[in-house]
């Protein structure tokens, strides 16, 4: 009878220990931010946060790629254009880094955008990718109507991109990677010429789809 009480204590106590276990697993879980102007729902019952607005660009391969291309999944977007010479070849070198680490998860997609769509065409993109080595179907180099890029950058992913005749190669934008949720959030932005910072944005991705398992389980 003793042994049989005991037992019972026993087995009481490991369920409140798991419990606990997984109480504060959950507590101590990691969580990105959620960048971005955030707003009450009018009737006050959820907050809404800032979101990629939709978009319909051309891919290197004549795809056309939209919001719902990225639908349920993670991906980073930045911009460049083909004929830099500054900055891009080291963001896009970074970028093939990133390909690498998760070539075989279809869940991440990556979405470089030209701020130079005149002279940036398919086949100029396509040329481009071949040179980085983008996966295709995973890697997109995007081009379309220059206005719609530009306000797709300052709208939506909240970086610059313009066209500027007094800079060194006629165009400015941003260096930031930029982490996307599978609602569309921003999570993380990151110098896409430091390679520290592209390794904080390679854990932070798995942060995320640690989030975002979680929350479909």
């Given at each position: 009878m003793?042994?049989?009480f005991i037992h019972k204590v026993f087995v009481l106590t490991a369920l409140v220990f798991l419990s606990c276990s997984e109480k504060t697993v959950k507590e101590n879980q990691k969580l990105l931010p959620v960048l971005g102007e955030k707003r009450l729902n009018p009737d006050g019952s959820d907050t809404l946060y800032h979101a990629i607005g939709n978009f319909s660009f051309i891919n290197q391969y004549r795809d056309t790629i939209t919001e719902k291309t990225t639908n349920g999944k993670i991906y980073v977007a930045d911009f460049f254009f083909a004929t830099c010479q500054s900055i891009c070849p080291v963001m896009s070198s970074h970028l093939t880094i990133v390909q690498k680490e998760f070539e075989k998860d279809s869940s991440l997609l990556i979405l470089s955008h030209t701020v130079n769509p005149m002279h940036d065409t398919v086949e100029v993109l396509q040329q481009y990718a071949d040179r980085f080595g983008a996966v295709k179907n995973k890697w997109h180099f995007l081009t379309g109507e220059k206005k719609k890029i530009y306000s797709l950058a300052k709208d939506s992913y909240l970086v610059n991109a313009l066209q500027d005749d007094g800079s060194a190669e006629g165009f400015l934008h941003s260096e930031l990677f930029l982490l996307i949720d599978t609602k569309q959030r921003i999570r993380g932005m990151y110098d896409g010429t430091d390679s520290v910072q592209v390794?904080?944005?390679?854990?932070?991705?798995?942060?995320?789809?640690?989030?975002e398992n979680a929350n479909n389980s």
């Open positions: 003793a042994s049989k390794k904080k944005l390679i854990d932070d991705i798995y942060i995320l789809k640690q989030e």
